[in-house]
């Protein structure tokens, strides 16, 4: 019988760390933690599978899968706590958490002090001698389980939760700020109410019964994996619908038992910078929302970050040191316990954790550990450390490398002279690291509003994650480190300032005030998630000085390759700025964009309107200099590598003007009449240009332009050559769909070549070769190989010839497809490894079983998306051609790809 319930406690665990694929990360490692000897509350785990049969088959179906297990697993919380689940004089209370195998924090539902009721309350206040507490826990309980199972929701977005608008009005009645200055008659009046409003809106009754209560929570963590937030998250993180989530069903530990309990977060290292400190936020007398959720100010846990966060936030010492002391401060014994505790962990795991931790009358207690969420700086800097300090090896250290979150690093930063003239409106906390300036909006989902946009939120909630994802950066008045906000806009690589107090926010007539300023829906902001500055308007930026770190894993990079990375360039400068990222060559350099400056434009025209050969060679006599130039400085810069060229490929009519006033000015250039100029333009207009008279066709149909380039490709070579510079051509025939198109090419090309030696009296060497991006070229690439020196798999005509998807009209239909399920990923960012994977693996094999030693890359798009990358890699392929800025992603990602494949 198949087993679905899995427990933990008092140092014996069912499970370890490496079950995550069925426990979840979360029970994972609260498994692993009794296992190592961590104080860690009993409980148990239902597996990932459940979730799965939950989803497909039912409420009912899940249910009696696992009741058996459950009640059982139930019953040793009772025997290891010496409680009872249900009895009025000595509950038994539990936590109901999610827990998806990688870490979606925010995402998911969580219901604490669950097995509460109108008895269990005051059996809880007898036993605890602290009624407060108890009854402190009784409203949290309904609070939470009305909102996460019964949803009691916001009836709109400018509304608070309904919940907390009671809480609300309660406060301004009995002339109260804090939730800790509610009498024990208030938590009680709070009950009432918050049970009134859910008979109200809900139609129904709260539940007394436990084991009720017990599997209403279990289902809505089930249901908050389908949840739209939820499946948001999973989408721009890539993860897999079918995982599901795990449910941690564990004893209750209680941080608001009075001044000798807390609770807080911490992180073994800083998740913002990766510097080697122990940081985080704890609250005396508190539960753990109330933490991450930003209503009352955290605390730092020590000593040292209180003292950094008092600088920040403009405290003076003696305010820190009676108002907001360090955990440190407050309670040394349980600091120095939790310092050795976070020590060890990190350890065994040989990564950041991020701990979640409650101490209940003076007893130290673990509720979770998971490798921490960083920004794309701290998991260079971490890794960079961690293997200097000797915990990890440079293979470990370089998979532990992200690719896409490189792409952070590379992101501009507030130009420090412009800092200076600067006027900073409010302080924060660096949340978050980066640079973000943008137009205010208030609500997540209007964040799209405006190209780029500044979210600001009082605080924010996992509904808000899309709003989040789209904004340049994040702005809330509460909130800390570890608050909502700033654990996820670090997972993001998002810009974040939190807490910035002095930020008064007006939901209703969508204002911000800062001291007398205010600041409407669409007024320019500026936040700086290093220093946690807000500034007025829009500030300059400038690129980043990438540091030293980022060098060695670029270093660890070139150790572990095989697979060479190339760059898409078509200009020195984008060339030079690949290759001081490290790239080894040109993969795609497209004439076609040299072609429309000033009086290049002006020949390109003339050469397309002519009607004689004649014509049409002497219009490209006149392209041929700019050419030659053009490619000498590409030749340049990529001094010592492969460049490849690709020939002319779009359709003549992208040249011509469609405009009456230019067509007449270029009539007249050309002493034609305006209605020649016409007939020419309509001549050249196609059904559908994407499979019309372009690439290889435009060569075979006017061979004149294939000689032209040909010629300005070869003259740039022996031009640099002359200087004693190592220029290395590589021209590339596109569009090709069976040899003999090929053929043709090549003796236009190799003809012109040989024509250029003569004249110079001089030779260089070239590489002659093609784009496969026609399926029936990669079906027939045996026969195509004869012809070539190289094939370069143009993924993106590629994947539209292969797929039928037109790309531009493919968001008409694509975004259907992916919410539907039809497609896991889009075609055109990620590779289509089945299908279009499945053509150039046998391109790869058919074209060098003629030739062995055929160099075949890859120079759509794909060659930057990490997935794709090791694809390519797998199939043999000698290098990917990604844009500039892609090339420190490929180059990680070519890296590991091989580690992985050897």
């Known amino acids: 019988m198949a087993k679905y319930v899995y427990t933990f406690g008092n140092g014996k665990a069912d499970g370890k760390a490496d079950m995550k694929n069925l426990l979840g990360g979360k029970g994972a490692n609260l498994a692993e933690m009794n296992l190592i000897g961590v104080p860690v509350p009993p409980g148990f785990t239902i597996t990932t599978e459940v979730c799965t049969i939950y989803n497909q088959q039912g409420h009912d179906a899940a249910v009696n899968a696992i009741k058996k297990e459950v009640e059982a697993a139930v019953a040793q919380i009772e025997e290891l706590t010496g409680t009872s689940f249900g009895s009025k004089d000595n509950p038994c209370l539990v936590s109901v958490r999610s827990g998806a195998r990688v870490s979606m924090p925010g995402m998911m539902d969580t219901v604490l002090n669950l097995g509460l009721n109108d008895l269990a309350v005051q059996g809880i206040g007898k036993k605890s001698g602290n009624e407060w507490f108890a009854w402190d826990s009784y409203r949290r309980f309904v609070q939470m389980y009305g909102d996460v199972v019964l949803g009691m929701k916001p009836e709109s977005k400018e509304d608070i939760d309904p919940f907390e608008a009671i809480m609300e009005d309660l406060k301004e009645e009995k002339g109260i700020e804090l939730d800790t200055d509610f009498s024990i008659s208030d938590l009680k009046l709070l009950v009432i109410r918050f049970k009134e409003a859910v008979l109200k809106v809900t139609g129904k009754s709260f539940p007394d019964d436990p084991w009720e209560q017990l599997w209403g929570a279990v289902s809505a963590v089930f249901d908050s994996w389908m949840t739209s937030r939820a499946i948001y998250y999973r ?92 955990l440190e401060e407050t309670m040394p014994a349980l600091y120095k316990e939790l310092m050795e505790v976070q020590e060890k962990l990190e350890n065994h795991y040989k990564d950041m954790q991020d701990l979640e931790f409650t101490i209940q009358d003076g007893k130290l207690w673990l509720l979770q550990t998971r490798n921490g969420k960083r920004t794309g700086a701290a998991m260079v800097k971490i890794a960079v450390d961690m293997l200097e300090q000797g915990m990890i090896d440079e293979k470990t250290a370089l998979m532990r490398i992200e690719a896409n979150k490189l792409d952070e690093l590379l992101h501009p930063v507030f130009d420090t002279e412009a800092l200076k003239s600067t006027h900073v409106l409010a302080k924060g906390l660096p949340a978050s690291p980066g640079a973000a300036t943008g137009q205010i909006v208030f609500f997540a989902d209007e964040a799209s509003t405006y190209e780029n946009s500044i979210l600001v939120r009082i605080e924010t909630s996992p509904e808000d994650l899309e709003g989040m994802n789209i904004a340049r950066g994040i702005l809330t008045a509460r909130g800390g480190m570890t608050s909502h906000a700033a654990v996820v806009a670090r997972g993001m690589g998002k810009c974040c300032v939190s807490g910035a107090g002095s930020v008064k926010i007006d939901y209703k007539t969508r204002v911000m005030t800062i001291g007398d300023q205010k600041f409407k829906e669409g007024d320019w ?87 004689t050969i004649e014509g049409r060679e002497k219009a490209l006599a006149k392209l041929l200099p700019y050419q030659r130039e053009d490619f000498e400085g590409i030749f340049e810069a990529m001094a010592g590598y492969g460049v490849t060229v690709r020939l002319l490929d779009p359709p003549l009519h992208e040249f011509v003007p469609h405009q009456q006033a230019t067509q007449k000015e270029l009539a007249k250039e050309m002493g034609i009449s305006l209605e020649a100029v016409k007939s020419k333009i309509s001549d050249l207009e196609e059904f559908n240009p994407m499979l019309g008279h372009r690439g290889c066709r435009l060569g075979i149909t006017y061979p004149e332009i294939t000689a032209m380039q040909a010629r300005a490709i070869i003259e740039a070579a022996l031009n640099l050559k002359a200087k004693g510079i190592d220029a290395r051509p590589e021209i590339m025939v596109p569009l090709v769909g069976t040899v003999a198109e090929l053929k043709n090419q090549a003796d236009v090309i190799r003809g012109t070549i040989e024509k250029v030696f003569e004249e110079r009296g001089d030779k260089i060497d070239y590489l002659l070769g093609t784009m496969i991006e026609i399926p029936r070229a990669a079906l027939t690439a045996d026969h195509v190989a004869a012809e070539a020196d190289f094939f370069s798999f143009g993924t993106n005509d590629l994947t539209q010839m292969t797929l039928g998807y037109s790309r531009d009209d493919a968001g008409k239909f694509l975004p259907d497809y992916l919410d539907r399920g039809i497609l896991k990923q889009d075609p055109f960012q990620v590779l289509d490894q089945t299908g279009v994977g499945q053509l150039v693996q046998m391109g790869v094999e058919k074209g060098r079983s003629v030739k062995p030693k055929l160099k075949v890359g890859i120079c759509g798009e794909h060659g930057g998306e990490p997935s794709s990358v090791e694809f390519c890699d797998g199939v043999g392929l000698d290098y990917v051609s990604c844009s500039p800025y892609r090339v420190p992603i490929a180059r990680v990602a070519a890296a590991q790809a091989n580690i992985k494949h050897s």
Not at 260 to 283: C, K, M, P, Q
Not at 285 to 308: H, M, W, Y
Request: glycine letters at 12%.
């Open 235 to 326: 989408k721009i993180n890539g993860i897999p619908e079918e995982w599901g989530t795990a449910v941690n069903v564990q004893a209750m530990v209680f941080g608001n038992m009075g001044n000798s309990s807390a609770t807080g977060v911490a992180f073994t290292r800083d998740a913002g910078t990766g510097e080697d400190i122990f940081n985080g936020e704890y609250l005396i007398n508190a539960q753990g929302e109330d933490v991450v959720a930003g209503t009352r100010t955290p605390q730092q846990i020590s000593l040292e970050g209180s003292k950094r966060w008092a600088e920040l936030a403009s405290v003076s010492e003696e305010e820190r040191k009676n108002n907001y002391p360090s």
């Open 525 to 611: 902001i500026s936040l700086n998630g290093s220093t946690g500055e807000v500034y007025e308007g829009k500030v300059q930026t400038m690129n980043p000085d990438l540091g030293g770190d980022f060098g060695k894993v670029m270093d660890w990079a070139s150790n572990f390759t095989r697979m060479s990375v190339r760059t898409n360039a078509d200009t020195p400068n984008d060339a030079q700025v690949a290759r001081n990222f490290g790239a080894q060559g040109i993969g795609l350099c497209r004439t076609e964009h040299m072609f429309f400056e000033g009086e290049r434009i002006k020949a390109m025209r003339e050469m397309i309107l002519s009607s």
